[in-house]
């Protein structure tokens, strides 16, 4: 979704929009494409009376192939503390006209809209904790206005404000706010709020809401947040907290009780990258060790996992995955809201949790952190899916508002850098990035198709861009798979998609398929890359395959693509439009397999370079660039994973 102002218009060709919407290969000729239009449209292989039955209930656009939608489950508005302190007044009804491409108004003043046109599908999740309390505070007649922790709040005076701000962080991370905060008639309101906007915001067809949360868990500032988001509208009567318990395994049993009442809901963790190692701990928070009731019970409630948002990508380190040439992509090291740097990494990025995991299979008999992948942007503007690099407008409202306060431009007054310490400026604004989305593959924009696609995992996210990516695995894909019509048709019927278990079948090799299509207004794609983790002798491992190269380019020695020799003019931020694919697409085998090792396999996408927000900001002020800011990105998407099981 992130923009490239291009000179020319680049149309992309009928065959190549329909290959991963309608499952139809890249190159077919006109009248290849009308027959995979009319397979696309056809019932996927059910009875004839089932089939008869579930067209009565269709929506339009429906695909038994399953169609890409983008979105954000992430979303902060008014409801949430530290927004309403940021100055933002955007109620969940706003945030959802932007998601359906709006315009709403800024927390600094100006108007603010998407570039990428709507998103698909999108939930609020406004911190449970004090939920709609800072609001009310704001109001006279509220006995919480007259608390001392809140005076100062609201004033003109920054200082005044900050020194506010920070009782209010401190006593919630304390526990020690007053009673006052979590009256349930409070936050009754603001629940009510939320469930009324995704009710009437939610358009079967065109575009989906879901009620959601915020579980803000941070003990110690250690970061434990995760999102829980309900299948339709039968929900919690209130938000389950962290102010009842800061460990998560409560709150995973409170699910399964709304579960025995018919209560669907999902968990989905982010900013691993900000937990000093405790969001995928190899001990329990009780001290306990992790046995197989506890990965069942995790895996159970938390099938999905935020790999990449505005606060920093959790894929790997640079220090945990050091032959990953592409591992220092948008790396925060700090806490979150706090400048306490990161000791411990492992435990806090998903790579190294999915290698864990495997190994837990082995010793437990279940794998707790058997996790999907998506993208989101924890925005606390109200603004879904606000992750496009050129048009980057801050994350919090009105603290980092302006590209000087984030620390993209020099102080205002200065043309330059010169006697400014570049490092400093902005503070943590700069680690910040202008990411992600949510990606899932669903047979119809509907809140049981895509919340279906978030519990199988067919899921994938992105870094802004609008990428498609499809990852299947086989051991009976046809020989002529990629030149088919119907290539992800058969996909389906001889493999399984992202997400899913691989089983062994008598030592033979699995077949890979790997499908990316570029985001027509973001970046040209230069390779696709196959990660793999596995266990060899107790031992996890990794290892990172490229195995689609643009521009004709083939895999060397080095299991590299060679450079495509895609530039940036930082001058004009316009990117080479003439490097790089619009699709990628291989069938690949692993020259390593092992049948007897229980492993893992996900598609990893890179774009060519093009400018980060911070570059942008610096181009449109006329001033050189931060210096100790990176100039460029590679945007990517990630495909949730695929798991090799060995035969017992």
Same mark, same amino acid.
């Given at each position: 979704?992130?923009?490239?102002?291009?000179?020319?218009?680049?149309? =992309? $060709?009928?065959?190549?929009?329909?290959?991963?919407?309608?499952?139809?290969?890249?190159?077919?000729?006109?009248?290849?494409?009308?027959?995979?239009?009319?397979?696309?449209?056809?019932?996927?292989?059910?009875?004839?009376?089932?089939?008869?039955?579930?067209?009565?209930?269709?929506?339009?656009?429906?695909?038994?192939?399953?169609?890409?939608?983008?979105?954000?489950?992430?979303?902060?508005?008014?409801?949430?503390?530290?927004?309403?302190?940021?100055?933002?007044?955007?109620?969940?009804?706003?945030?959802?006209?932007?998601?359906?491409?709006?315009?709403?108004?800024?927390?600094?003043?100006?108007?603010?809209?998407?570039?990428?046109?709507?998103?698909?599908?999108?939930?609020?999740?406004?911190?449970?904790?004090?939920?709609?309390?800072?609001?009310?505070?704001?109001?006279?007649?509220?006995?919480?206005?007259?608390?001392?922790?809140?005076?100062?709040?609201?004033?003109?005076?920054?200082?005044?404000?900050?020194?506010?701000?920070?009782?209010?962080?401190?006593?919630?991370?304390?526990?020690?706010?007053?009673?006052?905060?979590?009256?349930?008639?409070?936050?009754?309101?603001?629940?009510?709020?939320?469930?009324?906007?995704?009710?009437?915001?939610?358009?079967?067809?065109?575009?989906?809401?879901?009620?959601?949360?915020?579980?803000?868990?941070?003990?110690?500032?250690?970061?434990?947040?995760?999102?829980?988001?309900?299948?339709?509208?039968?929900?919690?009567?209130? $938000?389950?907290?962290?102010?009842?318990?800061?460990?998560?395994?409560?709150?995973?049993?409170?699910?399964?009780?709304?579960?025995?009442?018919?209560?669907?809901?999902?968990?989905?963790?982010?900013?691993?990258?900000?937990?000093?190692?405790?969001?995928?701990?190899?001990?329990?928070?009780?001290?306990?060790?992790?046995?197989?009731?506890?990965?069942?019970?995790?895996?159970?409630?938390?099938?999905?996992?935020?790999?990449?948002?505005?606060?920093?990508?959790?894929?790997?380190?640079?220090?945990?995955?050091?032959?990953?040439?592409?591992?220092?992509?948008?790396?925060?090291?700090?806490?979150?809201?706090?400048?306490?740097?990161?000791?411990?990494?492992?435990?806090?990025?998903?790579?190294?949790?999915?290698?864990?995991?495997?190994?837990?299979?082995?010793?437990?008999?279940?794998?707790?952190?058997?996790?999907?992948?998506?993208?989101?942007?924890?925005?606390?503007?109200?603004?879904?899916?606000?992750?496009?690099?050129?048009?980057?407008?801050?994350?919090?409202?009105?603290?980092?508002?302006?590209?000087?306060?984030?620390?993209?431009?020099?102080?205002?007054?200065?043309?330059?850098?010169?006697?400014?310490?570049?490092?400093?400026?902005?503070?943590?604004?700069?680690?910040?990035?202008?990411?992600?989305?949510?990606?899932?593959?669903?047979?119809?924009?509907?809140?049981?198709? =895509?919340?279906?696609?978030?519990?199988?995992?067919?899921?994938?996210?992105?870094?802004?861009?609008?990428?498609?990516?499809?990852?299947?695995?086989?051991?009976?894909? $046809?020989?002529?798979?990629?030149?088919?019509?119907?290539?992800?048709?058969?996909?389906?019927?001889?493999?399984?998609?992202?997400?899913?278990?691989?089983?062994?079948?008598?030592?033979?090799?699995?077949?890979?398929?790997?499908?990316?299509?570029?985001?027509?207004?973001?970046?040209?794609?230069?390779?696709?890359?196959?990660?793999?983790?596995?266990?060899?002798?107790?031992?996890?491992?990794?290892?990172?395959?490229?195995?689609?190269?643009?521009?004709?380019?083939?895999?060397?020695?080095?299991?590299?693509?060679?450079?495509?020799?895609?530039?940036?003019?930082?001058?004009?931020?316009?990117?080479?439009?003439?490097?790089?694919?619009?699709?990628?697409?291989?069938?690949?085998?692993?020259?390593?397999?092992?049948?007897?090792?229980?492993?893992?396999?996900?598609?990893?996408?890179?774009?060519?370079?093009?400018?980060?927000?911070?570059?942008?900001?610096?181009?449109?002020?006329?001033?050189? $660039?931060?210096?100790?800011?990176?100039?460029?990105?590679?945007?990517?998407?990630?495909?949730?994973? =695929?798991?090799?099981?060995?035969?017992?």
């Amino acid at each position: 979704m992130k923009m490239r102002r291009d000179l020319v218009r680049y149309v =992309i $060709p009928a065959a190549v929009v329909g290959v991963l919407v309608g499952g139809t290969a890249i190159g077919a000729q006109v009248a290849q494409q009308k027959t995979a239009a009319s397979a696309a449209a056809a019932p996927a292989r059910p009875a004839p009376k089932a089939a008869a039955a579930a067209s009565a209930t269709r929506l339009p656009g429906y695909n038994a192939d399953r169609n890409a939608y983008f979105g954000d489950l992430h979303v902060h508005t008014y409801l949430s503390f530290d927004a309403y302190i940021f100055n933002v007044r955007k109620t969940p009804d706003d945030a959802y006209r932007f998601a359906k491409g709006e315009a709403i108004g800024h927390a600094a003043g100006f108007d603010i809209r998407l570039q990428g046109g709507p998103l698909d599908f999108a939930a609020v999740t406004d911190h449970s904790e004090f939920m709609g309390a800072i609001r009310e505070a704001n109001d006279p007649h509220s006995p919480l206005s007259k608390l001392p922790v809140t005076q100062g709040l609201f004033s003109t005076d920054p200082k005044e404000i900050n020194a506010a701000f920070t009782r209010v962080v401190t006593g919630f991370r304390n526990n020690s706010l007053p009673a006052e905060f979590s009256a349930p008639e409070v936050a009754s309101r603001a629940w009510r709020e939320v469930q009324e906007a995704a009710d009437h915001n939610n358009a079967p067809g065109r575009f989906t809401t879901f009620v959601g949360y915020e579980f803000t868990s941070a003990p110690d500032g250690r970061n434990l947040h995760r999102n829980v988001i309900f299948k339709g509208a039968k929900v919690a009567h209130l $938000p389950y907290t962290a102010n009842a318990s800061r460990d998560p395994e409560t709150l995973w049993r409170t699910m399964d009780g709304w579960r025995g009442k018919g209560i669907e809901a999902l968990a989905i963790p982010h900013n691993s990258n900000g937990s000093d190692g405790i969001m995928f701990d190899t001990q329990r928070m009780n001290g306990k060790p992790i046995d197989k009731t506890y990965a069942e019970l995790r895996a159970r409630n938390e099938p999905l996992v935020e790999i990449s948002q505005i606060k920093g990508t959790s894929e790997t380190h640079p220090s945990l995955s050091p032959n990953d040439e592409w591992a220092n992509f948008e790396i925060m090291e700090s806490y979150i809201g706090s400048p306490t740097k990161i000791t411990k990494f492992a435990g806090g990025y998903v790579r190294r949790a999915l290698e864990d995991g495997i190994i837990y299979r082995e010793q437990v008999g279940a794998n707790p952190f058997k996790m999907g992948f998506i993208g989101s942007s924890d925005t606390h503007n109200a603004a879904p899916g606000s992750v496009e690099e050129p048009n980057y407008f801050s994350k919090t409202g009105r603290p980092d508002s302006r590209p000087e306060l984030r620390g993209s431009t020099p102080p205002e007054g200065k043309k330059s850098w010169d006697g400014v310490d570049a490092a400093a400026a902005g503070g943590r604004y700069q680690a910040w990035g202008a990411s992600g989305l949510a990606g899932v593959w669903a047979e119809e924009n509907s809140r049981d198709a =895509i919340y279906a696609a978030m519990r199988r995992k067919e899921t994938f996210a992105t870094s802004g861009p609008r990428i498609k990516v499809r990852f299947f695995a086989g051991y009976d894909f $046809p020989a002529d798979l990629l030149t088919r019509t119907d290539t992800v048709r058969q996909a389906y019927a001889h493999g399984v998609p992202m997400g899913s278990d691989l089983l062994s079948a008598k030592g033979r090799t699995p077949r890979f398929l790997v499908w990316a299509v570029r985001d027509p207004r973001g970046g040209y794609l230069q390779r696709a890359q196959i990660v793999k983790g596995w266990i060899e002798n107790g031992q996890a491992k990794e290892k990172v395959f490229d195995v689609a190269c643009s521009d004709g380019l083939k895999v060397a020695a080095n299991g590299r693509c060679g450079d495509n020799g895609a530039t940036v003019d930082l001058k004009t931020c316009e990117a080479d439009r003439f490097k790089g694919d619009v699709e990628l697409r291989t069938v690949w085998r692993d020259p390593e397999f092992n049948p007897r090792q229980r492993a893992f396999y996900y598609v990893r996408v890179l774009e060519n370079p093009s400018c980060r927000w911070s570059t942008w900001d610096a181009l449109r002020n006329g001033t050189p $660039p931060n210096p100790k800011l990176q100039p460029t990105i590679m945007e990517r998407a990630w495909s949730s994973p =695929i798991w090799f099981e060995p035969t017992a």
